[in-house]
């Protein structure tokens, strides 16, 4: 009963900021605009005259899960007008924050002490607030200038009940509309209930942000805040406060001479790195979680910030990404068909050649063209196409990756419109597998299994002694097994002879009389051949049925 009124709210919100302006004209859609221009609250509520603001109003309203969808749409001004661009982006640190001393209860109450104990200054006035928490800044005793990060009160409950809504709505959308299921929005949905959940454990968040420093070793482009685990729990982070400039913010960029080349090839490669060398990714790539350092303006570096949503794949799922990659820069559609077809993604019986053939009329007109001139719009129509018509299916497993290229396209897009992202790629792509399929990859192997191999030692002549022991007792099995086969095959050639021997006296009594059956009983060498044979047919019938 909850779930329907949170829908009929959720209605009543989109209708009271009038966003029936952003349904398309199509017949399909005409109930949705009837339902949305009979609610009372949008008759007299004239609102913001710009769509674009009702449209961030509204999903601030909606509440934080529908917030998270406004920041991945800011991501991509491909698909969206520029003015709706610049509203949602408002939605990545421009949230509305909560009460201070709200915050100031939540940190005295997970750090058991006074604002005034934990923090040698602390600022209530929150510098920046998003959709699950909102960050103040602090210093500690020791003069480190420091971030506390407060999650939002009663947070977790909200989002339970808005996914509890999602999960039904998608349900009823696979139900009524079929060619739905090969996307598996249920699933999607699944999945990203367990990723908000997580993200709202400020301690994974914490634990995350650890690992991708450690990952730093490999690179000097991209720079991770230290934490302060003294002072985290599941509610409360601290860590390091960085200084840049958001990345969004070309023209600051520009100003400073910042090389964009550089830039924006170091986020490419930042991509590739994390999802193929260390196989641990940002999945929350979006441009109020990343700032530049423009210290040195020729060789910039990136900041990243917000490590609550990291991701990654199996090896199996990371070997067919890294093919399907390599293949799709090589331009070898028959290989991804193929591949495809071989990992569950279309099935069967697809026909290969004509997949690729379509694949390749899908994909081509992304190659050699700046990301400026790219019109992605129909290439996405003809995939849904091609998704259709194949019966593909898209992965669970891949939505973080995806949500994540999204956002590293929209950067790119941004920072430098003329950048070759195929070019960046295939080297490095090319160098991966290299790695994967060569000696060093085989001996990294060996190392990492070498504790086992030597903690079994031990065990090893036992080991080997049963398998003999074994092997042995399985050997006098064969030979018993043997032995009753070959027993039985004389029995059956036996039983074979009686009957043959029985049926040719048989025929050599009756040949000579058989125009006259009255012979056969004044001819006693004949009877006695006819009841051999009849002898020998009975005991060839006793011995079979005795020894079966």
């Not at 598996?184 to 690992?211: G, K, W």
């Not at 191999?453 to 006098?476: A, R, T």
């Not at 050599?508 to 009983?521: C, D, G």
Request: glycine content about 4%; hydrophobic content about 40%; overall charge neutral.
């Amino acid at each position: 009963m909850f779930k329907l009124f949170r829908i009929f709210q959720v209605i009543h919100i989109v209708g009271k900021h009038r966003l029936d302006g952003l349904l398309p004209r199509e017949p399909i859609f005409l109930p949705l605009r009837f339902i949305l221009r009979l609610i009372p609250s949008s008759w007299f509520n004239s609102g913001d005259p710009h769509l674009e603001s009702r449209l961030r109003d509204t999903l601030v309203e909606l509440g934080p899960l529908f917030i998270k969808l406004g920041q991945m749409l800011s991501t991509r001004p491909d698909i969206l007008p520029a003015a709706l661009i610049l509203e949602l982006e408002k939605l990545q640190d421009r949230v509305p924050p909560f009460g201070e001393q709200a915050a100031i209860d939540i940190i005295e109450k997970e750090l058991g002490k006074p604002i005034s104990e934990l923090f040698d200054k602390f600022d209530a006035k929150p510098m920046a607030s998003a959709s699950i928490a909102q960050v103040h800044a602090a210093e500690l005793a020791n003069g480190q200038k420091i971030v506390v990060k407060v999650v939002r009160p009663n947070i977790e409950k909200t989002v339970r009940r808005d996914l509890a809504v999602l999960l039904m709505l998608t349900r009823w959308a696979e139900n009524i509309i079929p060619p739905l299921r090969r996307f598996h929005p249920h699933s999607v949905i699944v999945n990203y209930h367990d990723i908000l959940l997580d993200e709202m454990d400020l301690s994974i968040e914490a634990s995350n942000t650890a690992r991708f420093r450690r990952n730093l070793k490999k690179t000097n482009y991209l720079y991770i805040p230290e934490v302060y685990w003294d002072y985290c729990t599941s509610k409360i982070m601290v860590q390091e406060r960085i200084y840049g400039v958001p990345v969004t913010d070309v023209a600051t960029l520009i100003k400073n001479n910042v090389d964009m080349d550089k830039l924006s090839q170091r986020g490419v490669q930042i991509f590739f790195s994390q999802v193929f060398n260390d196989n641990f990714f940002h999945a929350d790539m979006h441009p109020g979680n990343i700032f530049v350092d423009i210290t040195d303006p020729d060789n910039p570096t990136y900041i990243s910030i917000d490590c609550a949503i990291a991701g990654s794949l199996s090896q199996q799922d990371q070997s067919f990404l890294a093919h399907n990659v390599y293949a799709f820069l090589q331009q070898d559609y028959e290989a991804i068909a193929l591949s495809m077809c071989k990992h569950g993604w279309v099935p069967e019986d697809t026909d290969i050649h004509e997949f690729a053939r379509a694949l390749q009329r899908t994909a081509e007109p992304v190659f050699e063209q700046p990301l400026d001139q790219i019109d992605f719009g129909p290439v996405l129509i003809r995939l849904y196409s091609l998704a259709r018509r194949f019966n593909l299916e898209a992965k669970p497993q891949f939505i973080l990756l995806e949500k994540t290229v999204l956002h590293i396209e929209g950067l790119g897009r941004q920072l430098n419109p003329q950048l070759d992202i195929w070019n960046i790629g295939r080297p490095l792509m090319e160098k991966w597998m290299k790695e994967q399929l060569g000696p060093e990859k085989i001996l990294k192997k060996i190392r990492q299994d070498a504790p086992n191999l030597l903690q079994s030692l031990p065990e090893i002549p036992q080991l080997i002694h049963n398998s003999l022991q074994e092997l042995g007792d399985q050997n006098k099995q064969y030979r018993k097994l043997m032995k009753q086969q070959r027993k039985m095959e004389n029995r059956r050639r036996a039983d074979t002879a009686f009957l043959l021997l029985g049926l040719i006296a048989i025929g050599f009594a009756l040949s000579p009389t058989l125009p006259n059956l009255e012979h056969l009983q004044q001819s006693p060498s004949h009877q006695w051949l006819a009841i051999a044979g009849a002898s020998l047919i009975t005991l060839r019938y006793f011995l079979g049925g005795r020894n079966t």
